[in-house]
């Protein structure tokens, strides 16, 4: 079962590399950047490491996407939209939705709050804490600085010349 599951994964984020050096449209190819960090984060979910497929989805295909697919936006402006918004009545239905939501997830954080933490809890984040900033502390702020270089990378090999 174990090598079925990594077989298919594997073709899943082959599929999503390929798909992202093949297309031109940059948000597509963002879009299949985020599908492969996510196949990675089910490899490392296979492996057993729950935390690191966790801070691979918020980290990278969470956070770091949002900066490039920021970035992608700002540098390549699109055409300007006009005429009557064809979503309009899905937006009206929007707002009670998001306010139900919200107050569902405020009913279930009120009654998580009472209740003790198991065994892996604060000691756990605690001791990865602790690792993160003494013991890896170098390979954590190196991966910050290549992040940026590729950012800055980003922007300047996509401005336009003038």
């Known amino acids: 079962m174990g090598t079925a599951?990594?077989?298919?994964?594997?073709?899943v984020i082959l599929g999503s590399a390929l798909g992202l050096v093949l297309k031109r449209n940059p948000i597509h190819g963002a879009l299949f950047l985020v599908v492969n960090l996510g196949g990675i984060a089910a490899l490392y979910l296979?492996?057993?490491a729950e935390f690191l497929a966790a801070a691979q989805v918020i980290v990278y295909a969470g956070a770091i996407m949002v900066l490039f697919v920021f970035a992608i936006m700002i540098l390549i402006p699109g055409k300007e939209e006009t005429g009557p918004d064809?979503?309009?009545g899905y937006r009206l239905v929007a707002?009670?939705?998001?306010?139900a939501l919200l107050a569902e997830l405020g009913l279930i954080a009120a009654r998580r709050?009472?209740?003790?933490s198991g065994?892996?809890?604060p000691a756990g984040v605690e001791a990865m804490g602790r690792l993160l900033f003494t013991d890896y502390l170098l390979p954590f702020e190196l991966t910050s600085v290549l992040l940026l270089a590729a950012?800055?990378?980003?922007m300047l090999l996509s401005r336009r010349r003038t």
């Open 46 to 48: 296979t492996l057993g």
């Open 119 to 121: 065994p892996g809890g």
């Open 86 to 88: 064809p979503r309009r």
């Open 113 to 116: 709050v009472g209740t003790a």
């Open 151 to 154: 950012m800055v990378g980003v």
């Open 95 to 99: 707002i009670p939705v998001g306010v």
């Open 5 to 11: 599951a990594f077989g298919l994964i594997a073709l």
